[in-house]
C-alpha cells in the first residue's frame, strides 16, 4: 500500500483509544528495524524524518528506503512525517518529495531555537495548512515551546518555561486547522530530561489533561517521550560511554496521556541508545571484527526490540489491518468539503 496520510492514522488511534508511536530515522537499518517491528507486532506506524536527518541523507535516499518499505511490508499502514519543520520552505520541500505529513513548528522562529510570537506561529502554520491539506497531506502545529537543545530543535530552555497555555492552544487550532497538536507540558528532546523521576511538578500532565478538556477533537502529540531506560544508559556505559544518570518520561505517564486525547508519541532517544549501547558492546566484545554488518544487525536488532515493546504499551500493536488506507486525494477532497461546509 502507499505512504498513508497520518491523519488517518490518528483518527483511527482515537477511534481505538490508543496512541501511536513516531520514530525518527535517518537511515536504512531505522527504517528495518521500525518495519519489523510493526510486522511482529501487527502495527501502524509512523516514521518522522528531523531537518537534520533529510540533510544526513540527502533525503531522497530517504524517500526512496520509505518507498521500498510500503513495496516489502504492504499489510503495514505507513505515515511518513516532517518532524519539527522549522519553516514554510521545508515544510513544503516535504510536502512536495511525498511525505504525507508535516510538522510547522511555528513556536520558534526559522533558526530553530528562538521563541516566536503567536501571530508568527497562526500565520505560517495557517499558510502549511492549506498547501498541504489540498493535497491531503496532514499537519502537526506546535504550541507552547518544549525544553532541550540537543537535537538543535528546542529553545534550550528548561522544559517548564513555556509551558501550553490551554486557551492560547484552543486559539491556535481554531485559527489554523491543524490535524494534530504538539504541547509543551515539560518534556524535552534529548537524553537528558530529568534529573530525578519526574513528578507533577516538573512533568505537567495535569495541564495535558486541561489541553484535551478543551480540544476534546485535536489530537495531541507529546514530544521528548522517550523513557531514556535505565538498562538502555547502563549497557551503553558498561562498554565506556559516559552517560550522566538521567531520566526519561516514564511510559505510565505516557499511557496516561493516551487516554487523554495524546495520539502521537514522539521516540527518537531510546532509539539511539539501543543502538549505541548494542554497537559499544561489539566493539568491545569482539574487536578483531571489521565488517560494518558485525555491529549494524546487533544495533538494527536492538532498536527493533525497544520500538515493538513501545507499540505495544502505547497499545498500537494489533491495529494494523483495522482498516483500508484512503488515497491522499480522497483526504484533499474531505479537506476541501469540510472547508466549504
Ligand atoms: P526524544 O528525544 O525524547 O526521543 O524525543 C524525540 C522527539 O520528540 C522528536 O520530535
Given at each position: 500500500?502507499?505512504l498513508?496520510?497520518?491523519?488517518q ?16 530515522v535517518n537511515n536504512?537499518e ?13 502495527s501502524?506506524v ?5 531537518r ?13 528506503l520509505?518507498?521500498?518499505a ?5 499489510e ?18 516535504a ?34 495548512v492549506?498547501?498541504a ?9 506546535e504550541?507552547?515551546v ?11 530552555l528548561?522544559g ?5 497555555d ?5 486559539e ?6 491543524v ?7 515539560g ?7 530529568f534529573t ?13 489533561i486541561?489541553?484535551?478538556?478543551r480540544?476534546?477533537n ?8 522517550s523513557?531514556v531506560?535505565k ?6 556505559n ?7 544518570p538521567?531520566?526519561g518520561?516514564?511510559v ?11 495520539r ?12 549505541t ?16 554488518r ?31 488506507p484512503?488515497?491522499l ?5 474531505r479537506?476541501?468539503?469540510?472547508a466549504?461546509?
Amino acid at each position: 500500500m502507499p505512504l498513508v496520510s497520518m491523519r488517518q492514522l490518528l483518527d483511527e488511534a482515537a477511534k481505538g483509544g490508543y496512541g501511536v508511536g513516531a520514530f525518527n530515522v535517518n537511515n536504512m537499518e531505522q527504517i528495518q528495524a521500525i518495519m519489523e517491528a510493526a510486522r511482529e507486532t501487527k502495527s501502524p506506524v509512523i516514521v518522522q524524518a528531523s531537518r537534520g536527518a533529510r540533510s544526513y541523507s540527502q533525503d531522497r535516499f530517504l524517500y526512496h528506503l520509505m518507498l521500498a518499505a510500503t513495496e516489502l511490508y504492504p499489510e503495514t499502514p505507513m505515515a511518513l512525517h516532517q518532524d519539527h519543520g522549522n519553516s514554510v520552505e521545508t515544510c513544503k520541500s516535504a510536502i512536495a518529495m511525498g511525505f504525507t505529513s508535516v510538522m510547522m513548528d511555528g513556536s520558534l522562529m526559522p533558526d530553530g531555537k528562538t521563541p516566536s510570537t503567536f501571530e508568527y506561529n497562526v500565520k505560517a502554520t495557517r499558510e502549511i495548512v492549506e498547501a498541504a491539506h489540498a493535497k491531503g497531506v496532514t499537519v502537526e502545529g506546535e504550541i507552547g515551546v518544549l525544553g532541550g537543545i540537543e537535537d538543535g530543535h528546542g529553545a534550550g530552555l528548561d522544559g517548564l518555561s513555556h509551558l501550553t497555555d490551554p486557551d492560547q492552544a484552543a486559539e491556535f487550532v481554531r485559527l489554523t486547522g491543524v490535524d494534530a497538536l504538539a504541547i509543551a507540558i515539560g518534556t524535552s528532546h534529548g537524553a537528558y530530561k530529568f534529573t530525578k523521576k519526574p513528578t507533577g511538578e516538573t512533568l505537567k500532565m495535569d495541564r495535558l489533561i486541561e489541553i484535551h478538556k478543551r480540544l476534546p477533537n485535536t489530537h495531541l502529540v507529546m514530544h521528548g517521550s522517550s523513557s531514556v531506560p535505565k538498562e538502555l544508559q547502563d549497557i551503553i556505559n558498561q562498554y565506556g560511554g559516559k552517560l550522566k544518570p538521567t531520566w526519561g518520561v516514564p511510559v505510565e505517564e505516557i499511557q496516561l496521556g493516551i487516554k487523554n486525547g495524546v495520539r502521537k508519541v514522539n521516540v527518537d532517544t531510546d532509539c539511539r541508545l539501543a543502538i549505541t549501547g548494542a554497537i559499544r558492546k561489539v566493539f568491545a566484545e569482539k574487536p578483531e571484527e571489521f565488517d560494518p554488518r558485525s555491529y549494524l544487525k546487533p544495533a538494527r536488532e536492538a532498536m527493533k526490540k525497544v520500538v515493538a515493546l513501545r507499540m505495544t504499551q502505547f497499545g498500537q500493536a494489533g491495529h494494523a489491518g483495522d482498516y483500508t488506507p484512503l488515497p491522499l486525494e480522497e483526504m484533499a477532497k474531505r479537506y476541501r468539503e469540510h472547508a466549504a461546509a
